[in-house]
């Protein structure tokens, strides 16, 4: 196998977060740790645009403790808890522009026996959602944050992607729609693919997964 290729800072820039966040679809997400390597091809991501977008951490010029990871240089990781889950964010756009990606949904490709000792749930109860696939990692804390995928344990590897048959678009989940981007549709998927979070099983793609082979 083709040794892997960490995405670099400059895959988060000069194009929309909306259009990074298409083009993580079919990445891999891995992280590595005494666990050995973990991780799964990405089918689901959010964008979140910064200042003028309501749903986002970093609306109206927010920058707290809480949010100031969003500030950082592109690729720079956010950890943040909601609802006792950690979830994972990566920071788009250039030094001071606080946009990201949340990843929402993954399937799995690698170490998935430890996978399903880090989180005992049937099928694609492992990672279909946010908090899940975080658990499934073995992450459960802050610990990299600030850090860059670019050269931390958690990464996103270029090298070995699929690519979706159609990619669908949506509302952001859990976000408050009666906000004025709260319909906006800036939630990526891979069309038929059974670990995206809350998809219906009769739109599943049992054979090839929503991917072109």
Sequence with gaps: MTPSQPAAPSFFTNRSTQAIAQDLLGTHLLYTSHQGTLGGLIVEAEAYVGTDDTAAHAYNGRRTSFSEPLYHE???IY??????FFLFDIVTQAVD???GVLIRAIEPTHGIEQMRLNRPKPGVELTNGPGKLMG???IHDKQLT?????DAPLMIDLAHRRHPKSIVTAPRIGVNYKAASGQL????YVAGNPYVSGLPKRQWDLEQHGWQF
């Design 74 to 76: 592109p690729g720079t």
């Design 97 to 99: 522009q606080p946009q």
């Design 136 to 138: 499934a990692l073995g």
């Design 146 to 150: 600030f850090q860059n995928v670019a």
């Design 79 to 84: 950890i943040y808890q909601l609802r006792g």
């Design 185 to 188: 549709p800036y939630r990526y």
